[in-house]
């Protein structure tokens, strides 16, 4: 970690990349940078500390489902958009991901949704 124009940068020794904390305060980019340096030895543990950061800010945001999403966007709009949204939120593309959490979700199921969809 080193300083550059008053902000806080890191440098990777292993590939040489730096890139700027976006930081001022020394504390701040310490500990920015010692969670940069855990995440990359243990990215399990961290998914996990995630979730607990997560969970004690919104309760209910490990346990929200994208059934959950798809019923608020069927109640915002016209009544036209209303059904055109439930429409599409019926589809058996979405079948995959409707009673998975949020959280849980990565990108792969996000593409298969997609592309069983097409």
Same mark, same amino acid.
């Given at each position: 970690?080193?300083?550059?124009?008053?902000?806080?940068?890191?440098?990777?020794?292993?590939?040489?990349?730096?890139?700027?904390?976006?930081?001022?305060?020394?504390? @701040?980019?310490?500990?920015?940078?010692?969670? *940069?340096?855990?995440?990359?030895?243990?990215?399990?543990?961290?998914? @996990?500390?995630? !979730?607990?950061?997560?969970?004690?800010?919104d309760p209910d945001s490990t346990r929200r489902?994208?059934?959950?999403?798809?019923?608020?966007? !069927?109640?915002?709009?016209?009544?036209?958009?209303?059904l055109r949204c439930a429409r599409a939120m019926r589809d058996t593309a979405l079948d995959g $991901?409707?009673? *998975?959490? $949020? $959280?849980?979700?990565?990108?792969? @199921?996000?593409?298969?949704?997609?592309?069983?969809? $097409?």
């Amino acid at each position: 970690m080193f300083r550059r124009c008053s902000v806080f940068c890191l440098h990777d020794n292993l590939s040489g990349r730096q890139e700027s904390l976006h930081m001022r305060n020394r504390a @701040d980019a310490e500990r920015l940078f010692h969670a *940069k340096n855990e995440a990359a030895q243990g990215p399990l543990l961290n998914r @996990d500390l995630g !979730r607990a950061y997560l969970a004690a800010s919104d309760p209910d945001s490990t346990r929200r489902t994208w059934t959950v999403v798809m019923e608020e966007l !069927r109640s915002h709009g016209r009544a036209s958009t209303q059904l055109r949204c439930a429409r599409a939120m019926r589809d058996t593309a979405l079948d995959g $991901i409707r009673d *998975k959490p $949020i $959280i849980e979700t990565n990108a792969a @199921d996000l593409l298969a949704a997609l592309r069983s969809g $097409i």
